[in-house]
């Protein structure tokens, strides 16, 4: 197959591509109901307790039993990583890239099963699972050439300018130690798998911890590093749940650096432990989204048209990167509302697992509650409701094939400009949208968020520098029917937030990734 699968061509994919998914799907679903262990020091190893899991989409499908780490679990992880890290530093650099790349070989060989099991655990569609489980695989391969094409980010500088003296320079790159991954339920695969390669290459050992409605994802990586064969305790793979396993790794003293990638508060908190204790330890914070798009009266409407429903809805508006806010300049507002909702409309919903259905459940009880909140919260507001806002799984009443799942409509409001939900990351299928008068006045109001991550925009192309130049935003999409503020591809899209949307200012992917996992140390030798 010639096609090559990033987010941006995932809408068109070749039929043998479906046909290898369906045969993945039966494979992996007749494997259902096993135990699932956790991953400490080279050996899959039994954890103290288990949670029966199931899937989104129907909630008698039991998926399997997932390790739930204890304390014991938490410090067997760190002393392997501990013990594992002088020989894996140590390691030529050729070395440990050709390890990384196998894993993205391993990875690849089974990309049709993760992604099944990930359609399982998440809901996603088959698709979207499909594009992560590739996106992981080339987070494997980009950072072990970057890593290698940038000679591990070692300089020799000039010797100093001194008389009587040979004194030599330079500025050496070396890992940080332990380094924690911890990873978000959405993209459990490519947001672990990401993370763990980046700090692997840079010759950190690594400890992961899944979120603890996608243990599955994490494990089948943690499959794939097994395999590829890393010496024992170059990483580890913990399940459990967030406030226990994840601060017990944040306040574990071996703690050397971590990668979360998840909520804004949750990562607030983890920075701010990491820059107490006996002296600051780094945290690259990847966080929320709130993020918008703007319209102007010079735009192409079906373009703009479908790359907002593909990233106001896709996944359930589940992407860090979903669009949530729009603003339509009020002389073409009619025209493309009348587009977005038949197209929203027009969305089928449904088991993920079939090829027709684009859009499967949000992703737990919580989710399903937050939504039916949310839609009441804005019809209470006087919203002007245009499609959507009501539950159509689970407990509603609605059809017999979505009674089982944590099925939503895909909603449509126009909103007051002072209602709360203008600022709240909702992560749902729900698009606000208010008309303006004034470019500027839109600029404003996309800004006005202290989250900053993408942004999108449909316009003239001599408008287009003007949206660069305004836009607080980290990913930037200008007329783009693929997706208006969602689908970043490695070596394509770096990808990485603005304000509160994530602590470095470098994105993931990018030229500038990888030297944030390792600190310098500048080196003169005088003979
Ligand atoms: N910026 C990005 O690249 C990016 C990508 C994907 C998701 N996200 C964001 O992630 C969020 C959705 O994911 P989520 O619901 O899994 O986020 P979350 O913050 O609830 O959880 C993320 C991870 O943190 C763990 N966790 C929870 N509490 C913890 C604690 N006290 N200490 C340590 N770990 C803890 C969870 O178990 C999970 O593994 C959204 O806000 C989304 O925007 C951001
Ligand atoms: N990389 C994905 C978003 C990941 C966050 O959830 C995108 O660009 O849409």
């Not at 490519?190 to 980046?198: F, H, T």
């Not at 499959?223 to 064969?229: E, F, L, P, Q």
């Not at 944040?250 to 006996?278: D, E, K, Y």
């Not at 330890?281 to 048209?305: F, S, W």
Request: with cysteine; hydrophobic share 40%.
């Amino acid at each position: 197959m010639s096609f090559r699968l990033t987010y941006a061509t995932m809408y068109n994919p070749p039929e043998a591509m479906h046909e290898r998914f369906e045969a993945a799907l039966a494979r992996v679903e007749a494997g259902l109901g096993a135990q699932h262990r956790l991953f400490i020091d080279g050996v899959d190893r039994d954890a103290p307790r288990y949670a029966l899991r199931h899937s989104p989409f129907d909630r008698e499908l039991r998926l399997g039993e997932f390790g739930l780490a204890g304390d014991n679990d938490v410090q067997a992880a760190m002393c392997a990583a501990q013990a594992a890290g002088p020989a894996w530093r140590a390691m030529p650099v050729a070395e440990r890239t050709r390890l990384l790349h196998r894993v993205g070989e391993l990875l690849e060989e089974r990309v049709y099963d993760i992604a099944a099991a990930m359609v399982l655990e998440v809901g996603k569609n088959r698709m979207e699972a499909l594009g992560e489980a590739q996106e992981t695989v080339d987070f494997f391969h980009h950072y072990a050439d970057d890593f290698e094409s940038h000679a591990g980010y070692n300089h020799v500088l000039p010797d100093d300018p001194v008389t009587g003296f040979a004194s030599h320079n330079a500025s050496v790159m070396r890992p940080y130690g332990v380094w924690v991954v911890i990873a978000p339920f959405n993209f459990p695969l490519a947001l672990a798998g990401g993370p763990v390669a980046a700090a692997l290459v840079t010759g950190n050992t690594v400890v992961l911890k899944g979120a603890s409605d996608t243990p599955w994802a994490g494990r089948l990586l943690a499959d794939c590093i097994r395999d590829a064969g890393l010496p024992p305790g170059v990483f580890n793979y913990l399940s459990g749940a967030g406030r226990e396993i994840g601060e017990a790794l944040a306040q574990h003293p071996l703690t050397a650096g971590i990668t979360f990638t998840g909520s804004v508060p949750v990562g607030r908190h983890l920075m701010r432990q990491m820059a107490g204790g006996a002296y600051p330890r780094p945290c690259i914070a990847e966080m929320g989204g709130k993020n918008p798009c703007i319209v102007t009266e010079r735009a192409d409407l079906d373009r703009a048209a479908a790359g907002i429903v593909r990233s106001a809805y896709g996944m359930g508006g589940q992407k860090c990167s979903a669009l949530s806010r729009l603003y339509v300049h009020e002389s073409v507002a009619d025209a493309l509302i009348g587009r977005l909702h038949a197209q929203a409309t027009a969305i089928r919903i449904g088991d993920p697992r079939r090829h027709e259905n684009w859009l499967g459940p949000v992703v737990n009880a919580t989710a399903y509650e937050n939504y039916q909140h949310h839609a009441d919260a804005l019809r209470d507001a006087g919203a002007n409701v245009l499609c959507g806002g009501a539950r159509i799984g689970l407990g509603s009443g609605g059809r017999t094939a979505l009674a089982r799942g944590y099925y939503v409509e895909p909603m449509l409001a126009e909103v007051p400009l002072q209602h709360p939900l203008w600022q709240h990351e909702m992560f749902l299928p729900i698009l606000t949208v208010h008309r303006y008068g004034d470019r500027d006045e839109a600029m404003r109001l996309a800004n006005d968020s202290p989250m900053g991550l993408t942004a999108g925009f449909y316009g003239g192309a001599d408008e287009v520098s003007w949206f660069h130049e305004h836009i607080e935003a980290g990913v930037t999409y200008a007329n783009r029917p693929q997706g208006a503020t969602t689908g970043a591809w490695p070596g394509y899209q770096p990808f990485g937030g603005w304000k509160g949307s994530g602590s470095s200012g470098k994105a993931i992917a990018s030229f500038h990734y990888l030297a944030q996992y390792l600190r310098e140390q500048s080196r003169t030798v005088v003979e």
